[in-house]
């Protein structure tokens, strides 16, 4: 004797749905790539006053996920970390496949030092003092924009006021 299973397309139907929408809820949440919000901030050197597009990071997976695995990062684009408290700061290059130049940045705005740092590079690159903010850019783009330690970065730029 044979038993015969009942097809019904409505119970596979509604079975191959729930499996693809687990599927695709699984891997968007697998990427693990945080979205930024993007703000021209402005930086006042002896030279005048130069513009950055900088995506902001500023929550906790924000501020670990920084520019890691990014391509290319185009002259005048930046991202700029945003810091609960001023402390010293310490970054390092683990996934980053561009070699990027970092300020330290005072709570007032200041820029304490600059450093250039290698793509890939695991040695830490620390500020020597306590520092609000990091602002990083391609490798260069504050020597060839004129900026130096000393030039402030528009605070009330940061925050939209």
Request: with cysteine.
């Amino acid at each position: 004797m044979r038993i015969f299973r009942a097809f019904t397309p409505r119970k596979e139907f509604l079975g191959f749905f729930f499996f693809l929408f687990s599927l695709l809820f699984v891997l968007s949440s697998c990427s693990g790539l945080e979205k930024f919000e993007k703000r021209e901030i402005s930086i006042e050197g002896k030279r005048g006053r130069v513009s950055v597009n900088a995506e902001i990071a500023q929550t906790p997976a924000q501020l670990q996920q920084g520019l890691m695995h990014r391509k290319e990062l185009k002259d005048g684009d930046g991202m700029l970390f945003i810091f609960e408290r001023d402390q010293i700061l310490s970054f390092w290059m683990k996934n980053t496949l561009i070699p990027l130049s970092i300020a330290y940045i005072a709570s007032d705005g200041r820029i304490l030092e600059i450093h250039d740092m290698e793509r890939g590079n695991l040695n830490p690159v620390r500020s020597s003092r306590s520092a609000r903010y990091a602002l990083e850019v391609p490798q260069g783009w504050f020597g060839r924009s004129g900026i130096v330690p000393g030039d402030s970065l528009d605070i009330q730029s940061i925050y939209g006021r």
